[in-house]
Structures are given as structure tokens and as C-alpha cells.
């Protein structure tokens, strides 16, 4: 007789779909948040607390069930709404736009077996009682029971404050799993007999790793519930935030939550753990998504996730949205890939390398020998590609130091080439461990040609569940399903990987070869600039600091020099001997307050540089009068021992070259020690550094997921790597002591260079703008010249009567003012007639008093000449003179202008057969006549370019006349600055001075 006989299910079932099929804790949590982003939920969290048993809580915002959906959804495995085209109704979207559902099977909340044995699930549906249930996922564990056996218990209750108080019902009745008096309890009771039964056999056989029988801990666990109110006061239904949602709290959470309370730095394990649980969960959003540049199938979803451990109370934010990086962070990266791959498989978009755009209409083709599907359960569908990476080392890098150091940091977080479905991250791909698109495989076979490298790529794809509806997830949710849609994809992405770098990125592009060298030589500049910098700025802070604490020091010994030096009598040997001694003191102290290396640009410091001058002028004086002193004295007493005198001098010059030299071998062997501890530390460092990226490889192997020889080949790939980044390190270290050893002034080179190489830096930037001014002047003043004639024929041909009006006067005065200053304009013009006429000194002071009326009557400067001036006479271009004469008198009244106290004089004299151009103020530092007439030397504080000078010098050298500053007091006219001219050819009514 034919029977229809029904599958028998058995209670295990569950931890085969739940605990055992999910691939890990992260790829669970990631789960159970996709049921809450299915939910409508804004925010979602997962939070782990110190409690004893550690407990989680997994926590959101979505439209929550009512005791009817738990009944017919959460408690039904494989339930259809997933696989329906059903939509949420717009009441329970949370004012959200429709969401494509990520749940597929139904069977994703059965993750939360993985995370913990226990569970006390709490939801709230707006206008609805709550729903809470307890569950311990160790009951399906049970291969005696049948599904059916086993009970939820569940109950309604109004208020978050009493759910709480609801759980000691609920885990009696959920103990009733275990055992009771009715037909059911004494089934169950049975085949808990032969599961405990079973355990014991296993601890005889040594295979069990429980602690006590499995119904023994189920109890245990039901009479010592670890949940308290701290545990669902961060529910945002519980704080006020949302009137529905879901809460799951996991009692006896499993090790790798409880690793994320740890911090303790030597375990390892621990570290591990937690590295993987950010690298899965960190991105778990798109952050590639950019609104400016819509893409096929990026969403920009508004959901917030969070992980955060709380130890006594305290709150720490593991990851979340606030912490995720994002597009903006890297797409200023010097290489990237971004574009679309169509149905036909090729890749249509824009390439960007070494930080230049170099292929905005790329096409890559799919591979010739690859055959793509029109059948529709098979065809792969279109999908959006974004890589952004970065050189390997920073002399490749076109990225700036800095930029190199965040974007390296920033790999060691977040890289990884990663799949996101409709908005959210598709485990595990991104992750070190994971190479579905072989790019380290490909890498191991030739590093440089296929260049793009995990640990230093940012990238995704993007799918959608609408336009790629046969890249499906695996029942455990460790990838996508390895059907054909999923191979094909991977050919496509990996073609496109080679390609790229074929063409663009790797070894054998033209695009490296071209512009590699370049770059690497910018670096190099770049690199070498930095360091001058560096130690220009050291070496002015150091003189800073000398000179600050110089200045405090110095008045004091500048008076006890004095006072010694005034009260210095001579008379015996035993005085002179000990006023040798201290003369030797002074001295040693005077070369204790040397200030070498001043920078050449003092700004701030010119200030107390000046006063440093002049106090160290006085100390200088006082000792060259003490030694005086003591000269004279050695010629006029003779020692009775002139022996005995002499070996007492050389035991204390002796004594002060030794102190000195002590002080100096002390500092020496300081630096010395600090800087072999250093070198020491980042040899081991970088040793570390390639043992930590390369044991992943031994790893890989052992566990079969990465072949020997490919393995050897990305070892050595890697070995080379870290061996030029050594030896860039090492090698320059190296050669600067060996140059040491051979006695080469490495500071004065370095300072020396460093000085020249910035004075011709802003020489030539000064030379370019000065060229740009007279290129400027030459096309201005040529404009002027046409303007003007216009003006002066225009006045000429006007009637008399109205030339003789008011206006008219005005109009020609203004006239003649534009005209003469264009022709003080054309010393600098480039091209043009240069009309040569007699110059007399009255006309040359008459105009200079005129042009600088207002400045001299604001400074109250009295300005004049000598009647001698007004006679000399010189045949020249007139605006040439008049130029030098407008700089000299200027740079006069600038600084007069400083002057405090005292008369403000400038005076235009001769003496001789030279002009003198002669002021009161405070003249000229006799160490900078020198530069004086150097091009951009100036030692104004303000307005200043340093041009003057030297285009006066110019200007008279033009026509065969010399210029000099008069630095000696006696022949001055005036006791300031004293500027000399020797004109050739010019004639003079009176030689004498005036």
C-alpha cells in the first residue's frame, strides 16, 4: 500500500541554519543589521558590556513587530515575505523612501545564535504593547528533540520599565525544555537523558570542550540571567527617541565580543579579533557613494550604525558612521579608476595617475576569450567600479609627504577592494584574508606589472539586487554564490585590474615610464628643500634661544667688565698675574656669549640683535681696555720668575680649553647614546614590519587558501620592497657619519647651502617680479607718451581766452605733473630715446623738494641745499639723475622718520668735485656698508624691497659716474648717512664746501 510519509524535523535544524551556517561574529552582526535595515530602522547598534557574563545588545529603530508578527514571521523559519515582491506599507517606512530588502532566505535573525547562547528579544510596534521572549540557542543544539518540541516563551507588557520584571516567568517557562510532567515534558526530558548521555561518552573519549552537561547549563544559565535595566537604557524606544523598534539582548556573549572589552596589549589573539570585527563592519555603508556623480546602483542610504563598549558604565565607540571614512577622504589620490561596466562587460569611465588625468574616455573591453551569458539566470548585469590607490613609496608618490603619511595610515584601516548590494557591504569581501578578484595572486607572479595591491587600494564594486539578481549570497554568507554570473564577474573585474595597470599604473605602462623620473626627481628637490627648511628653522631657533638668554646675561657682565676695567691699577707682579687670570675669564666668557650662524633674515629678531651688538661692542671695549692695561703692565714688571709666571698661565689656558672640551664631549655622547637607541628601535621596527606583512602568507598557505610558489613570489616581492625602503633609510644615515669620520663639516655644508640656495630662491623671485615691473613700466609709460601728446596738443590748440580760465590752468598743471612722472619713469623702461641735456643743481633740488613736499612736511624734516649744489651743473639724461636723487632723498626720509629725539635734516652739498647727499639720522651700520649697494639688501622693516641702492648705482654706473657711502665722521657734512657722487664731466661755480 502506497503512504505519504512527511519530513521529520528535528530541532537541530535551527543550529544548522543559524550558529553553524554563519561564517563568523562579525558576518552575524552584519546580518542581524540588515534585518534592521529590511525593518526601516534610521540607527542601529550593537553594544558589549564588562558584566559578568559579558552581555550585547543589539539595538535599532525599525517599525518593531507586534505579538501576531513574531508568531508568523520571527518564529517561522524560511518565511515568504523575504522572497515575495511584498513592500513595507508606508506606516511603518519611518518616513524612509522604499528599500530594496537584503534578507533573502529568512533565516538571518538565526544569527544570533552565533553571537551568544541566550537571548531576550524585546520589539515595540507604534501603538502596540511590547513583545518579549526568551530563547537559549543551546536547546536546538539537542539532536534527540524534534523542532516541534521545543517551545518560546513570550509575553505582552506595556511599558519598557516592566519588561524587566517579565523575564523570571519567561525562563520558567523556558526551562520546561528541559523537562516536565506532561506527555511533552517527559518526551524532551528523555532525549535530554540521552544527550547529557552523549556528553559524558565524550568526556571519557577526551572530545567534549563543554564545562558541564548541556541541560546542566541551559538551567544555569535560565536561573542566573545576567539582564539588567543598564542593558536597554540606550534603546531609543526606552530613552524617548522612537515609539518602535527592536531590541536583542545576548546573554553569554560568545569571544570575539567579548575581545572588543579587552586591553591587554600582549594578546594577540585578542588584537586580532578585533582588527577583524572593524575590518568587516567599518564600511559596512557605501562610503564611495557621491551625490555629485550619480552612479547605476551607489545608494546614499540614511542608516547609522555604531559599535560601542561600555566597561564600569563608560562608553567607547569601537566604529561607526561618525568614524567611517569616506570618498572625499581619497579621492585625491594620485591613481584612480572610476566608471561603469555595462551588460556587454565593458568598462567605460575616467583614469587618473601619478595625480593627472590621463584617459577621461577609457574603454576596456571584456577579455576576447570570455564568453558572457544571455540566459537570464545567468547574465551578470551592469555594476559601478571606484579604485583610488597610491605609489607604494614615498619617491614614487606625487602625493606630498604629509599626504603620503595620511593616506598610509589610512590604508592600514580601511583598504580593501570591497562589494556593496544596493548600499551595504557584502561579506567577506575586502577584508585581507579574502582574494576573490586574485589581485594578490596576480601581484605574487610580477608585483610592478600588476601593481594594484590590497593594502594599498581603496575600492569597490556596487550591484543591485534589481539589475544583478544572480549575484546572490551564500546560505552562510561568507560571498556571493560561485555560479556563473559570479564568475564572469570576476573575470571582468580582473581584466579590468590588469588592463589598467598595463596601461596606466604598473612597470610596463608608458604612462610610469614617462612620468616616474620626473617625479622622482621633484621628490628628490622636494625631499632636499624640506630638510633645508628644517634645519634652517632648528638652527633659528637656536639662535633665537642663545640670543634671549645672551641678552639677559650680558648687561650683567658687561658692568662687572666695566667696573674692573675702570678700577684696574697695576703696580705689582702679584696684581698683574692676577689680572692676567682675569682678563683670560673675561675673554673665555665673552667667546661663551658667540652667536655663529645668523640668519640673514633677522625680522623679529633685528631688535634684539641690534642690542646684542652693542652690548657685546661694550663688553669688547672694557676687555681691550683691561688688555691694554695689562700689555702695558707686562712691559713695565718683570716677573721674578718668568718661568714659574708662564707655566701658571698655560696650567689655566689648559684648564679653560678642558672645561670647554669636557662640555662638549658630554653633549656629544648624549646625542650619541639617544641617537643609537633610536637607530636601534627602527631596525627592529622595520625587521617587525616585514615579519607582520608576510606571516599572513605562511598562514594562507597552511591552510591551503594560497599556493607555495605563489606564496614565494609575493615573499620576495615583498622582500624587495622593504629592502629599498631600508636602504633609503640607512644608506644616507650611513654616509652623513662616514663623512663624520672623515672630518666634513656636515652643519657648516648644510647651513651654507642651505643659506645660498635661499638667497638665490628669492633673488631670482625678486629678479622675475622686478622684469615683470619694467615690462609693466615699458608698456605703460609707452601708452603715457601717446596719451600725452594728445593732453599737450589738445591744451596748445585751445582758444586763448579759455587757456587764460581757471579750469583750463588746472587742467594744465595736472598736465605737466603726469608729464614729469613719466619722464622719472623712464630711467626703467626697456626701449625709447634717451634725451641728454645740462641739469643744474637748483633745478635738481627744486624738483626733489616738490615731489616729496607732503612727506617732508608730515615728518617735519627740514630739507636744503648749499649754495655750491645749486651751482654744479651735469650734461645727462634729466629723469636718469632726478631718479637717484628721488631713492636717496626717500630712503633720508624713511629713516628720519624713525628718529625720536633730535633734528630731521637732509641737505644736498658738494665738496671737491663730489655731491653729497647728507641726512641726521642714525646712518649706517658699519658691518652692512658692504651690502649697501647690493641688489635686495635692506634692513627696513617696512616697505622696503632692497632696489633702490642698487638701481641708483646702476643708473649713474649707466652714464660713467661712481656713487659710495661715506662712512668716515670726518667727512661727513651731516653726522648720519652720507651718500657721495663723482659725476664725470661735471662742472662745479664753487669747490669749496658749504
Known sequence: ???????QTRARTVDHLGREQIADTPTAVSELWKNSFDAYARVVELNIYDSHPTVATLLDDGHGMQLEDFMSRWLVVGTESKASLEETSPGDRNGLPPRLRQGQKGIGRLSCANLGPILLFVSKRAEEPFVTALLDWRLFENPFLNLGDVIVPVTQCNSVQSVLSTVPALAELLLTNLGAEDERGQRVQRAWTLFDETHDREVQNGNSTRSAKPSELIRASAEHLPFQAEHIDRWMVASGGSQHGTAL?????????EAQLSNVPGDSTARATRDRLFETLSSFVDPFVDSTQPELNAVNLDFNYAVRTWRSGIGSLVLGTDQQFDRRMVDSLEHKIEGTVDSDGTFRGRIRAFGRPIDENCIIPPPVDLTLSSRADSVVGPFDLYIASME???QNSTHSPSEFSFFSDLAKR???FMVFRDGLRVMPYGRPDNDFFEIDSRRSFHAGREFWNHRQMFGRLA??????????DKAGREGIVDNRAAKTLRELVSNILKQSARRYFGSDSEVRKELLPEIRESNAKAKATEARNRLRKSQRAQFRARLLKSNEQIPAFAASVQEYARSLNLDTEDGLTEAQARLEEFRER???????GAPKNLGPLEAPYNVFRRNMAAVQSSVQTISEKVDAGLERIIPNSPVAALEKKLARNASQLRRRLQTWLKRSQELQRGEFERIRGLADERAAAFEAETRPLVLKVSAGALGYIEAVRTMDALKARHDQDNEEIFEPYIEALQSLTESIDLHHLAAYGSDEVSDLSSEVERLNSLAQLGIAVEIVGHELQTYESYIGSGLRNLPEDIRQGVAAKDIEFGYQGLSDQLRFLSPLRLAGERIQRWITGDEIFSYVEEFFRISLKTNRITFRCTPAFSKFRIFEDRARILAVFINLVNNSIYWLSTKIIGDREIVLATHGTSVFISDSGPGVPDEDVSSLFSLFFTRKLRGGRGVG???????LAAGGHRIHYEHRPENRILPGANFVIDFRGAEFGDTREV
Open 1 to 7: 500500500m502506497v503512504q505519504g510519509i512527511a519530513f
Open 249 to 257: 539582548l545576548i546573554g553569554e556573549a560568545n569571544y570575539d565580543l
Open 392 to 394: 607604494f613609496t614615498a
Open 414 to 416: 580601511y583598504a580593501g
Open 463 to 472: 550591484i543591485s539586487r534589481r539589475r544583478n539578481p544572480n549575484l546572490k
Open 590 to 596: 665673552q667667546n661663551s656669549f658667540r652667536l655663529p
Open 949 to 955: 641702492l642698487y638701481l641708483c648705482r646702476s643708473n
